[in-house]
């Protein structure tokens, strides 16, 4: 097993009950394979998590930016606490090499992996407000997230992609850009979607997801990518 210790130390921080952040580590396949394994899976944590990240991250905004309406405050918060932003910061930190998985969700890439190392993070908040208080645990999140907003905000990365591609589009070629569906693969109830974003008859890149939602969002992603409009 890890030293998890040492990651206590990686963060600046001394567990008064160590436990709690093995907890936060432990993924639910864990348990499944390790049938003796005595600890909880982190999904209560990161529950707890969720809730101090929203409130410190909402303080942090509502006081950078004393005139910015709700609207705009909102979409600043998403893009902080979206899935990939949160899974950056955690490898970061370098939790990939503490989790707790079972032996096929440690295979796990892209997508999968980026949501497992984003619900870790917030695990890890909840044990450390639970365990040191709110105080450390806005301090955590001072530390690994509040420095993103101002490439948030210069990459209007706040801004869905799809919406983000189309307004570039618009401005730069003076067309609206469309999508079609390459391809799907995959049962009903577990489809894969690759969709292809084109202006015109151009296609500028392509994306794939398991709603056609999300694939045209990767796609879109891939097209800002693509032209280099990030």
Sequence with gaps: MPDFS????????????????????????????????????????????????????????FKKFPTKPEGELTNFRAALVNTVSLAGSAQKLGVNDFLLLSK???????????????????????????????????????????????????????QDAKSHFQELAQEKRGVTPNYKTLGEVGPDHDKRFTIGVFIGSEEIAHGEGQSKQEAEQAAAQAGLASMHWE
Excluded: M
């Design 6 to 61: 040492s990651f206590a130390s990686r963060i600046g921080l001394s567990f008064n009950k160590l436990d709690l952040l093995i907890e936060a580590f432990t993924h639910r396949s864990y348990l499944n394979e390790h049938r003796d394994y005595a600890g909880n899976h982190n999904e209560r944590l990161e529950f707890l998590g969720d809730a101090v990240l929203e409130l410190a991250v909402t303080d942090f905004l």
């Design 104 to 158: 096929g969700e440690a295979r796990d890439t892209g997508r999968a992996r980026d949501v497992i190392l984003a619900d870790t993070f917030e695990a890890i908040i909840g044990a450390i407000y639970l365990d040191l208080g709110y105080e450390s645990a806005e301090k955590f999140i001072a530390a690994n997230l509040y420095g993103k907003i101002d490439d948030v905000i210069a990459k209007r990365a706040y």
